[in-house]
């Protein structure tokens, strides 16, 4: 008290100064925190009664208008900046995913916000546009040419665009050929004619087809009259491996721990939305919990996690070593590498040693990069490296590779093992390795548990606690073996697994507080500190800042993997609805059965009585051949033992003189009796000419509607921007959020809450590095100054006159 009298005798003066002009102005009144007061000096008089002395001299502060926050509490002091400049949470129809952004993640494109813009549904037509009139769309696939034909027109050979050509072609050549008395040797095609052979073989082709069955559900080639008699339940195990949720890729960061400190616990790879700055300014918000806040569930995942990055601190390299992909996960085995090269690029759209592999994680710059990181073992950079590589896969369209994809898998498990046992003796490596081969073993999820535990604690997905509970009854298995009775408890390493088992199985904060860093989506990290004690909370912390000892390191960027938010994927195409993409996995089946080995598939001639023929589901080049074999072998039971030798004009027709034929020819070229055939544009369409426009509609009316003239929703600005169906965004009907702020003048959009929050807080004035060296410190309603001066200032600014 002493103390604090002699810091107020040293504004006498002022506050005899403003008692002066009170006096002189009796009338006013002056409102402060709740209350009237006659003077400022009654304000002051009474905000003195309620200030003490600071006496704590060696944390640190930082202050922002006169306020001082230690480093303690400098979410208090975040939270006073962001009540000046309130952050609000917009809605957008646009997908942000596509939004051009700053490093800070700063949005500069243009978001449309409420009636700026609106989901249109749009149809792709025939020459590749988006339209919104479905009926154009149909149309435009209908669009084709009439060409004509004569008797001996086959696989576009003898068709002719324009009349004075087949005219040209039957005076040069078949009235040539009457002349000379040329037979032709054809075959009874019905209606009077006779056709030569290549034209019978056209027709059994035009009237053979693929008939396609799925567990009872048949339709024949590209065309399904419904879905109707295709129960979801029938394709569960292709909705199952095919279709997921959509969720955004974010960027990973790695914390990197000074490796002197080992009172860190939880997640050190954070996968979040935020930019780096955003990421170094949030490893400052440290806050104080309780243990009992901390959930069991975590504790055993933290437990597993702490167990296999201790088995890597005892079995990884004693030097260190730059880090690359042939020697740490291959051992500079060259074929070991071969071998995964050439099965990851069975499964990956893109080559592993392409150079556009991924333009944030190539192969070079991911090699450089992780090199560099200091205070990481080899084996966690090899982890993280495999993390992406699994991503990789999991976005390619692996929809009839699963002999590839266990393969991989299997490989990606021989990789972690000897990840893990590259250092161990023999049978220290072989008592490991009966870890690995329990089948709930999942390479996603073994990462996943060392990397990032916290994926394991989402409680809405059973199986992965079920995940978490086995590895454990397996890791106690093990621990109980190696620390037993036998040959194995003489390996020193092991035996002290154990013991590090036994400990880490229990695992529980040893303090009554913790800090607590929590990162969103279950990913939480831990500080446990010694040191200085903090009356307020009464709780002995270190003399060090945890945010000093770790520096966040982004390793992989999401800008070049993005997918939009909210949906459902099939093939890389999102979907409001999982329905939805489970609708487009029917028409996907429909018209790439040959894709799905448990389509069965049998040809039918639709014209004639010789018997349907089932054939293996090889692939359609397999298929191709098989119909091929299947029409000459119709051609044979029908009609290759009935030919006939004959005159015929040209169309068709046959006589048993050369004289009638000719007249015939002469006839119809006279009344231009031509035969036409229509013939549609689009390469899709059914090989077949026919007689009309309708006809073409009629015959291809189901695959034209569901699957050439295919639709998407899109966001009407970007419609107008780009008219291309293939390249305009699909965008579902989900509102996506951002957060826009009004600061020094101009209307900001940020991805995150965050990125706008520490935007805000990077661009405040705000002082740090300060101490209580003078012990000039002092408290007012809980808050701190850095001296009485800064006190009045503070006050003089609330108080009001009225």
Known sequence: MKKLLILLSSFFVVSTSVSTVVACQKDEKFYYNGSFYDSREDVFNQVWKDTEIYDDNESSFSTYKDVLYSDLEIDKMYNEIIKEFPITKKFTLKNLDSAQTLEDNEIISHLPIGDDARIVTVYKDALGRAVQDKKQAIESYLSGTTWFVSEDSINNKNYFKHEYEIKNYLYNEKIQKLKVDTKTQCYDGGLGKCLVKERIMQKIRNNTFRQFNFDGFEWDDGIASNMEGLPDYKIQKYIDSMIRQSQNSKNAFLLEINQDYDNFYGDTLIWKDASLETMKDKLKEWRVIDQQSISPVFWNTLALSKFFKTIIDVFSSKKPESWNIKNDLFQNNESKYEEFREVFDSVSDLPLESPEFDANFSIKKNEEMLSKIKGVKNELKSLIFLKKILEEVAVTRNYDKEEELEKFNNLINEIIGNIFTKNMNYDSAKAFKEISVNNKFFSFDFINLILQPGVLRKKEDESEIDFVNNLQKSVDSFAETVGGVGSVAK??????????????????????????????????????????????????????????????????????????????????????????????????????????KEIKVKLVNGQ???????????????????????????????????????????????????????????????????????????????????????????????????????????????????????????????????????????????????????????????????????????????????????????????????
């Open 608 to 802: 004639s009585d010789f018997p349907s023929r089932d054939i293996e589901n090889k692939g359609k080049d397999y298929s191709d051949k098989q119909i091929e074999s299947y029409i000459n072998d119709t051609f044979d039971y029908k009609y290759k033992n009935n030919p006939m030798e004959t005159f015929t004009d040209g169309f068709g027709r046959y006589f048993n003189t050369k004289k009638s034929a000719l007249e015939s020819l002469n006839n119809n070229l006279e009344k231009s009796n031509f035969e036409t055939v229509y013939v549609p544009y689009n390469e899709n369409l059914k090989k077949i000419p026919l007689g009309e426009k309708r006809d073409l509609l009629e015959a291809n009316k189901y695959y034209i509607e569901k699957i050439l003239c295919e639709s998407k929703e899109v966001l009407s600005t970007d419609l107008i921007a780009n008219p291309v169906y293939d390249e305009s965004e699909n965008n579902i009907s989900v509102s996506s959020d951002f957060y826009q702020v009004f600061f020094k003048g101009k209307l900001r959009n940020f991805r995150t809450y965050e990125d706008a929050k520490y935007f805000i807080i990077r661009n405040s004035k705000i002082d740090s590095g300060i101490y209580n060296s003078e012990k000039n410190f002092v408290t007012y309603k809980g808050n701190i100054f850095k001296d009485i001066s800064n006190l009045e200032s503070y006050i003089s600014k609330q108080i009001i006159k009225v």
């Open 491 to 596: 390996i020193p390493e092991l035996s002290f697994l154990s013991d590090v088992w036994k400990l880490t199985s229990v695992l529980s904060p040893v303090e009554n507080k913790l800090l607590q860093l929590d990162f969103g989506d279950n990913q939480i990290l831990y500080y446990k500190a010694t040191g200085f004690k903090i009356p307020i909370i009464n709780i002995s912390l270190g003399n060090q800042v945890a945010s000093n000892f770790i520096n966040p390191i982004k390793v992989i960027d999401s800008n070049e993997i993005r997918g939009p938010q909210g949906g459902w994927l099939f093939l890389n195409t999102i979907y409001d609805t999982k329905q939805r993409a489970i609708e487009a996995l029917k028409i996907y089946m429909v018209k790439y059965p040959e894709k799905f």
